[in-house]
């Protein structure tokens, strides 16, 4: 979120220090990520090192805090997981809100400034890897599995109606409701013919923006709020389309890609469900937004921009992939 969440900064340094054991110096709000239930701040120590505070109003789910540091004890480095409390556990309550704290990597998200060759092959390693791990009984037992059955369209349909009545939104709905309607049309068809693949563990948001990297290094993989069992086109999606990123996947880098993940013949049907589905869950999410009491001139600016983004995407499909005005992501704590 853009804007600031209503909690006594200062107190909820004191608590992370308390909470974690640290020396506290400074607390810096990031504003960043889409969810109207989650915001980002940095926390830097006395001693210089920094961690990735992720505020929530409601409950991680179970995958989202166990599966990060299951997949590290596999091996896969890659991702980064919650830190653990002294006395057990990785979720912290303040105030009504749930915290969590994780390392603090340095370089930034690579949806503005793209991959490197050597990090386009490593994208292709960690999700061949991921996509080979199976989860334990109580992993599998909290995963969310896909079916095919998503709300995005409905609410979507539903918040068009309050879009077009408002003075925020009425000129934009005039001009692209009824494209957004027939994607919502589109996706429910595609949808009810999909091919049932079989199911791996799908990060299920990882694009450009939730990889981080410093220079030419290693890539650290982010924001896990909403993993799930679903076919592999579920995270393919974002290496296929050229909606995600200032430096999408072309031919050569696609080439690359495989040279991690190994051969892989998407289905098509189901990359073009998953596209869909996803601008549509984005459209719905920052109407919502937009429409939210209390929300702030700069953050309905930011939303609308990226609205009006996507909507043009959706309208004239040949007018490119979206792209980012400003380092950072469009969903997620990047």
């Not at 749930?98 to 503005?112: I, K, N, T």
């Not at 049907?269 to 998953?274: A, D, K, M, Q, V």
Request: charged share 25%; net charge negative.
């Amino acid at each position: 979120m853009i804007d600031r969440p209503g909690v006594d900064e200062p107190l909820l340094a004191a608590e992370v220090a308390a909470a974690w054991a640290l020396s506290v110096a400074d607390l810096v709000f990031l504003p960043v990520g889409l969810d109207g239930n989650a915001w980002a701040y940095r926390v830097d120590t006395t001693g210089g090192a920094r961690y990735f505070l992720k505020l929530r109003r409601g409950e991680f789910t179970g995958a989202a805090v166990a599966l990060p540091g299951f997949l590290r004890a596999r091996g896969l480095r890659q991702v980064v997981a919650p830190i653990d409390l002294p006395d057990g556990g990785a979720v912290h309550g303040f105030e009504g809100y749930r915290l969590l704290l994780y390392p603090f990597h340095e370089g930034g998200s690579l949806w503005a400034r793209g991959l490197t060759d050597r990090q386009w092959i490593g994208y292709g390693e960690f999700l061949g890897r991921l996509h080979q791990v199976t989860p334990s009984a109580e992993l599998a037992a909290v995963l969310p599995v896909e079916t095919y059955r998503s709300t995005a369209g409905d609410r979507l349909r539903t918040l068009g109606d309050q879009a077009a009545a408002s003075d925020a939104l009425g000129a934009f709905w005039k001009r692209y409701g009824t494209a957004l309607h027939r994607l919502a049309d589109t996706v429910d068809e595609l949808a009810s013919g999909v091919t049932r693949a079989r199911h791996v563990i799908a990060h299920a948001d990882i694009h450009p923006g939730n990889l981080i990297a410093d220079g030419d290094g290693p890539l650290h993989v982010v924001d896990w709020d909403a993993p799930m069992l679903a076919p592999r086109e579920r995270d393919l999606m974002f290496v296929y389309s050229r909606d995600f990123g200032d430096h999408p996947a072309d031919a050569r880098r696609a080439e690359l890609f495989r040279r991690g993940y190994g051969p892989v013949e998407p289905d098509q049907r189901l990359l073009s469900y998953y596209r869909g589905e996803r601008h549509l869950d984005d459209a719905a999410e920052f109407l919502r937004s937009i429409l939210r009491p209390g929300a702030s001139p700069e953050s309905r600016a930011n939303d609308l921009h990226w609205l009006t983004r996507i909507a043009e995407a959706v309208a004239d499909p040949a007018s490119g992939r979206l792209r980012s005005p400003r380092p950072g992501c469009l969903r997620g704590a990047c």
